[in-house]
């Protein structure tokens, strides 16, 4: 069982803790394969956005077929790591964030992948922070693009 199934999240004083806070904790689960735990932090429904396609989750199903995808995308470009950077965050309302962030994938050979900027949004529900919407840049990166649209899933 991934650490923090049931717990509640610590409060959080900036927006851009929060923000910090979900991109660790979905890189870490994308990383060691736990599925539950990535799960966990997307609420449904919830909408995704690429710079070319446009997916409603409306059931876990779904996002396992995402997560699967990245997962396959992390094995056939050998990345490493997904480094990221809150270039900015907010409060909507107490229990809403938006933040914008920049993306960056490193492979073995220490490479890293073109910056790409992404965004997304954030709601508190039953003490979680969970994402709501999520927009990623896959613009020259059939293979990212693939994993996000659920057509990279194995």
Same mark, same amino acid.
């Given at each position: 069982?991934?650490? #923090? =199934? $049931? ?7 900036? +927006?851009?803790?929060? !923000? ?57 470009? #050998? =990345? $490493? ?7 900015? +965050?907010?409060?909507? !309302? ?57 057509? #990279? =899933?194995?």
């Amino acid at each position: 069982m991934h650490q #923090g =199934a $049931i717990s509640c999240d610590p409060e959080f004083e900036t +927006a851009e803790a929060v !923000s910090n806070h979900l991109l660790v904790v979905t890189r870490d689960a994308l990383f060691s394969g736990d599925m539950e735990a990535y799960c966990a932090r997307f609420h449904i429904p919830s909408v995704l956005r690429t710079s070319e396609t446009v997916t409603h989750i409306t059931n876990k199903a779904q996002l396992e077929e995402i997560f699967q995808g990245m997962q396959r995308y992390i094995h056939d470009t #050998g =990345a $490493i790591d997904l480094h990221r950077v809150v270039t900015s +965050a907010r409060f909507l !309302s107490a229990d809403k964030i938006e933040c914008h962030f920049e993306s960056r994938w490193v492979t073995a050979n220490h490479h890293l992948s073109q910056p790409r900027r992404n965004s997304g949004i954030a709601e508190l529900r039953h003490g979680r922070w969970t994402i709501m919407s999520s927009a990623y840049d896959v613009s020259n990166n059939a293979l990212l693009h693939m994993a996000l649209s659920r057509k #990279g =899933a194995s």
